[in-house]
């Protein structure tokens, strides 16, 4: 039992260094440039190795978000238990969100500038992943509206895509301008707008607890 753990761990171990490395290339060169050979040799493994926890390069690449996602939903689920209140929920996300991509640039940077843009992304398995990665967003939103802090009369997912929309351009553009500055540093700028544009016209008294 200890020798099969034992080669459970490294075969685990190995595909994170090979998923890390696949990272740190495609953010440097793109899906298009970079090569097998080069993840291979950044991972410290064979290149024929890579072949025996992937298919090939477009499904190395379209795995990466698989993993960065499970990562991203554990954590925001952490930093959300024990917020009351929707709106200091949408707090706390509009947070982690802009905070998961600070210390994740590279990934942040495949993802935004490459992937989005490649054809084949909204026919992967992937693309479906994530669009439930965001189910925070509308349980949020739904919780909101139970306390009669979030609008009624827009469509849910509007308000989704308004809120997730205005993250991924802030992260977009920072990373455009090569991080030259601290995203983190208008996280509560950034909330407020967003609660301006999505608060009940007449809502009730917002339930008290600690913001960010």
Do not use: C
Request: proline share 2%; charged share 30%; no cysteine.
């Amino acid at each position: 039992m200890r020798a099969a753990t034992k080669r459970q761990y490294k075969k685990a171990a190995r595909r994170e260094s090979i998923l890390q490395a696949a990272i740190e290339i495609f953010s440097k060169k793109g899906f298009r440039s970079a090569t097998i050979s080069e993840i291979a040799e950044r991972a410290g493994v064979a290149e024929g190795s890579i072949y025996q926890y992937f298919k090939s390069k477009e499904d190395l690449f379209f795995s990466i978000p698989v993993e960065k996602t499970i990562e991203f939903r554990t954590q925001v689920e952490l930093h959300l238990s024990g917020i009351a209140g929707a709106l200091n929920k949408i707090r706390k996300f509009v947070w982690y969100f802009l905070y998961f991509f600070t210390v994740n640039p590279e990934y942040g940077r495949m993802l935004m500038l490459d992937m989005r843009v490649n054809k084949s992304f909204v026919r992967t398995e992937t693309y479906n992943f994530l669009k439930k990665s965001v189910e925070h967003v509308l349980e949020i939103i739904d919780e909101g509206r139970k306390e009669g802090v979030i609008r009624k009369d827009i469509n849910v997912y509007v308000l989704r895509h308004l809120i997730l929309g205005v993250l991924e351009h802030i992260v977009t553009r920072w990373l455009l301008k090569d991080q030259k500055y601290d995203i983190l540093a208008y996280h509560q700028e950034v909330s407020e707008l967003i609660i301006d544009a999505i608060k009940a016209r007449t809502p009730t008294a917002e339930p008290q607890g600690d913001r960010i």
